[in-house]
């Protein structure tokens, strides 16, 4: 990789966040009254688990690449080149992101990504950088081709700029 890379973290969902911390914090109440020891040190180690996975995950764009990172190690990394179009989606497919508020990436067809083990066929990624524009901004700039269908919804159900 080179000096010039622009780091994006993963957008983090106010409402998933939320809901995984409403089903621990009852959890752990009740092993503070019962004083459970053991089942204090295993929510412990999960909200721990929980916050460095969400936090963790970044896309680097280095030269005409993007990779996938999770913990600074690269899960992925695809051609800029091969981008075919960067659109909306609220897919809860598994993904390297911490929010449903999603960006999928179609890639050509036949074209092959490489993970960390080995190639494999790429029809589309999920991601969600926190600087959204920025990022699409900085994939055009590589690849001007890339075709954007990307609608921000602005209405009563936004509470401040919180995504779900």
Sequence with gaps: MDNKQKVFRSRI??????????????????MIINM????????????????????SHRYVISGNRLYLKSRSIPIGSASIEDIILVERTYDMIGAPAASLKRLRIRFKKGVVYSNRYTWQSAPNWLVSPAREKEFIEALKALNPDIYVRVYDKKGKWRFWDWDI
């Design 36 to 55: 459970s020891i053991p089942g204090l040190c295993v929510m412990g180690v999960s909200l721990l688990f929980f916050v460095s996975s969400i936090t």
């Design 13 to 30: 969902s106010v409402l998933l966040s939320g809901l995984i911390l409403a089903i621990l914090a009852p959890m752990t109440v009740l």
